[in-house]
């Protein structure tokens, strides 16, 4: 699976942005989403989680109640609604693919390891 992500760029705290992640090279939705963030000099950390369905998201605490992830099958593209943006929002976002199946009372979802592709990321920088 080849995964593009797209649509960052620099706004002010409060606004709002969306990020698109196109798949192409196998079944899209044979794979669970996520998209990870990673600001500089920090490691890699989960943003949000979507199954291959759509039916189930998971979300950090850290964007609760302000992003959204949802995805489209028959676009093959993940995409990732960002309101009220913070400064501390501001890093490199990487959509993954996973072939790992259902959420449940796990938190495999997480981990950066458990992903079998990702994309390049996409800069987003929010200035206060």
């Known amino acids: 699976v080849q995964l593009q992500a797209s649509g960052g760029g620099l706004v002010q705290a409060g606004d709002s942005l969306r990020l698109s992640c196109a798949a192409s090279g196998h079944t899209f939705s044979a794979y669970a989403m996520s998209w990870f963030r990673q600001a500089p000099g920090k490691e890699r950390e989960f943003v949000a989680a979507?199954?291959?369905?759509?039916?189930?998201?998971r979300y950090a605490d850290s964007v609760k109640g302000r992003f959204t992830i949802s995805r489209d099958n028959a676009k093959d593209t993940v995409y990732l609604q960002m309101n009220s943006l913070k400064p501390e929002d501001t890093a490199v976002y990487y959509c993954a693919a996973s072939r790992r199946s259902g959420f449940g009372n796990s938190v495999w979802y997480s981990s950066p390891y458990q992903y079998d592709y990702w994309g390049r990321g996409t800069l987003v920088t929010v200035s206060s």
């Open positions: 979507v199954s291959w369905s759509g039916g189930s998201t």
